[in-house]
């Protein structure tokens, strides 16, 4: 059964609570300062607000090559279990002193496939990512881009009452998206639906905010939402109405 929920529900839903995925928060928060004042003239979550102004503004990471730069550990360890994306190297932190964990696994899945290791200084991997918090892992791969909801294969969405699809619509901030596709990964959701005229593109900020789950999730877009939303389903949908005085 098909459940649509709108950005708004979805969020509301989820009341503000914070998922975790496999151990990793996916969504970092600027340091507060608990001792002393504020500096003059500095804004509650300016700093906040100024990353985001930088995911939307500043030029992209993807180079001439058509390569981008997904960073953080969850990300980087699902793409790369995924195979999803063509990895061109990996880059791993320099001074991190016998790897375990998820790193290790890295190292040994990217000598396994013959894929270039590097080892660059934090202060690089810090210039790389823009100061996002990149836990000592970078990977250049090849941009992930959702596919027509017709290649979504085995079965329409009113053909199996057990399916659960979300469809998003005008969801334009990557953090949010992630955040939502995060959390609709925890929940079960089967199929991913997106608008692609407004909607977020499948960024390296998206699959960071999500804990990795875009790397692993079935994300598809239509054209039209409209005959996509007729095609024999039952919906569930809500929207967000201004209050009028």
Do not use: Y
Not at 39 to 61: V, W
Not at 77 to 88: D, G, K
Not at 140 to 158: F, I
Not at 159 to 166: A, E, F, G, I, K
Request: glycine share 8%; hydrophobic share 40%.
């Amino acid at each position: 059964m098909l459940q649509r929920l709108s950005t708004m529900a979805l969020l509301s839903a989820l009341g503000g609570t914070t998922w975790r995925c496999s151990g990793h928060l996916a969504r970092h928060f600027s340091q507060t300062t608990w001792r002393g004042e504020r500096p003059r003239g500095e804004r509650p979550g300016g700093e906040e607000l100024r990353r985001l102004l930088l995911d939307d503004l500043a030029p992209t990471s993807r180079s001439s090559s058509g390569l981008e730069l997904l960073f953080g550990l969850s990300p980087c360890l699902l793409a790369l279990r995924a195979s999803r994306r063509r990895v061109a190297r990996l880059l791993l932190q320099a001074g991190r002193s016998g790897l375990q964990g998820g790193r290790a696994e890295l190292l040994r899945v990217a000598e396994a496939r013959d894929i270039p290791v590097l080892r660059p200084r934090r202060q690089k991997l810090d210039a790389l990512c823009r100061h996002q918090v990149h836990q000592g892992v970078c990977m250049e791969v090849s941009p992930l881009r959702p596919r027509p909801w017709t290649e979504a294969g085995e079965a329409r969405p009113g053909d199996d009452p057990q399916q659960l699809w979300l469809v998003l619509e005008g969801l334009q901030d990557p953090r949010n998206l992630g955040a939502v596709l995060r959390s609709a990964h925890f929940l079960g959701v089967d199929k991913v639906i997106t608008s692609r005229r407004n909607s977020c593109p499948l960024t390296p900020v998206v699959s960071k905010a999500s804990a990795g789950a875009m790397e692993v999730m079935d994300v598809f877009f239509t054209d039209d939402l409209d005959n996509f939303l007729q095609v024999r389903i039952w919906g569930v949908g809500a929207e967000f109405v201004k209050e009028q005085k």
